[in-house]
């Protein structure tokens, strides 16, 4: 109640792509299917690694959780872009933009850093293999796994905080797909400039730092490769490498192009496309890119399928 009293906005107007109605229809349909991919290839992930022991190690464990935030961030940003997709105005209350807005932090926060563990595990069993037992043992494993969502709620609640601390007493109009920090704060009514310091320096750390080290890792790896003396097992580890970054590379170039960029960087349209790249094709394309050209991980998923296939015959 008290920060209804002291903001005269109540509720947001969620814009969308409302200059392009036909466009709307269109996106609705493949946002969906999307959506229901990324849910159903997360959800295999999570199901596969957690009733296969042998998976039990630390990369398929980290890629668990990654599955896990993966799931959470779409379902806190699909279903409401979808609602703005197939309505002309969509209603969100000041409360739960608050509260879609510190999940995504959250979530995306915690797969920053996740993604960073990741690479150091990566960098350890090929760069180090005899020391990697001990290097990445399971107190190292918990350690750096709880680090990561503790840093996603750290984030997510300074952040958060912060921007719903302004006074809103102008137009409710965001000109966006979902309750994101950039695109809200333009709608305070006061100035935001040492907002804008931290959440510059913070994306720095949280993502630019990160995505450096991860850079740093696949460059040791790679020279690792190369010493390689079988060319077929180059091969498949260039490969692997190179989805790898690409995914990492998305996620971090877009996530950094959107919170670094001045107010008026770019046009409103091209924020929402960048913001699409990291909620949107990020989630779809990990469990690709990390399970179906992971040979233990179909192993796995072949051996499940099988154990259904006799339940279901016996």
Known sequence: ???QNQSSVVEFILLGFSNFPELQKQLFGV???IYLVTLMGNA????VISLDKSLHVPMYLFLLNLSVVEVSFSAVIMP?????LSTETTRISFVSCFAQMYFILFFGGTECFLLGAMAYDRFAAICHPLNYPM????IVFVKLVMFSWISGIMVATVQTTWVFSFPFCGPNEINHLFCESPPVLELACADTFLFEIYAFTGTILIVMVPFLLILLSYIRILYAILKMPSTTGRQKAFSTCASHLTSVTLFYGTAAMTYLQPKSGYSPETKKLLSLAYTLLTPLLNPLIYSLRNSEMKRALMKLWKRKVFLHTV
């Open 44 to 47: 295999i992930i999570i199901v």
């Open 80 to 84: 409401e872009m979808l609602m703005v």
């Open 1 to 3: 109640m008290k920060r």
């Open 135 to 138: 290097t990445m043992n399971k």
């Open 31 to 33: 946002f969906l299917v």
